[in-house]
């Protein structure tokens, strides 16, 4: 591993817990009725999207709890399955998380169980070593380089929260930049300069259609993005 991926981790676990403790408490400060509007993924209400966040939180407690002996066969940058047509929402563990959401019924619920897996995650994140290397999707991975694949997961779901909710907080913007920095890096060149860093998230991963100025300034870039990071 080396350039931007070798660094993204070198200062341990702290862009983890920065971008996931904002993230949580984006979450938190949520009213009831926040929950029943939609979110920034396609077919998803924010209360789909918060579940799904207790999902991901779980997967951070597995992960880290899955110590491998093998070499790493992928890094911050290949961890992503990488397509170029959008989610459809058929997806069975999609219409899973549904449903699972819709069971909580009660808002409080579920910011209950975000709060209590979220944390007991951001904990063990907190405590394991970079250099150690985990298990995750039949593909090993150093700690270090898993965490960071979540830098860009917390980031972009921040992200969906708020897409209908102009007063939340905003990401970091450390997790804006580390973001972007590796988006860029996957789709093989730069956004344009003049696209604030959230502008690039949102058009290079499909969330939002540039503007026909947007399109014009995107050169090469444009018949490589959106990407749908899976």
């Given at each position: ?105 009660d ?81 093989g060149g ?16 499909g969330r ?23």
């Amino acid at each position: 591993m080396c350039g931007l991926a070798a660094c993204l981790y070198v200062a341990g676990v702290d862009p983890f817990s920065r971008t996931w403790a904002a993230l949580r408490a984006a979450v938190a400060r949520l009213c009831d009725e926040d929950f029943g509007r939609p979110s920034g993924c396609t077919g998803w209400l924010v209360r789909d999207l918060v579940c799904h966040l207790v999902v991901d939180a779980q997967d951070v407690l597995i992960t880290l709890a899955t110590p491998s002996d093998r070499e790493p066969t992928r890094d911050a940058l290949t961890y992503w399955e990488v397509s170029d047509t959008p989610p459809t929402g058929d997806d069975p563990l999609d219409a899973l998380t549904v449903r699972l959401a819709a069971a909580y019924e009660d808002p409080g619920l579920l910011k209950f169980h975000l709060d209590d897996v979220g944390s007991a995650a951001g904990r063990a994140a907190a405590l394991a070593d970079p250099a150690a290397r985990v298990g995750t999707r039949n593909e090993v991975l150093t700690v270090g380089d898993y965490l960071s694949t979540y830098v860009m997961e917390w980031t972009l779901h921040h992200l969906d929260l708020i897409a209908h909710l102009p007063d939340a907080p905003q990401p970091p913007a450390e997790g804006l930049s580390r973001s972007r920095a590796m988006l860029e890096r996957i789709a093989g060149g730069p956004f344009p300069a003049s696209f604030t860093d959230t502008d690039a998230l949102l058009i290079g991963t499909g969330r939002r259609v540039p503007t026909g100025a947007e399109q014009a300034v995107l050169g090469e870039l444009a018949s490589r993005v959106p990407l749908y990071l899976g």
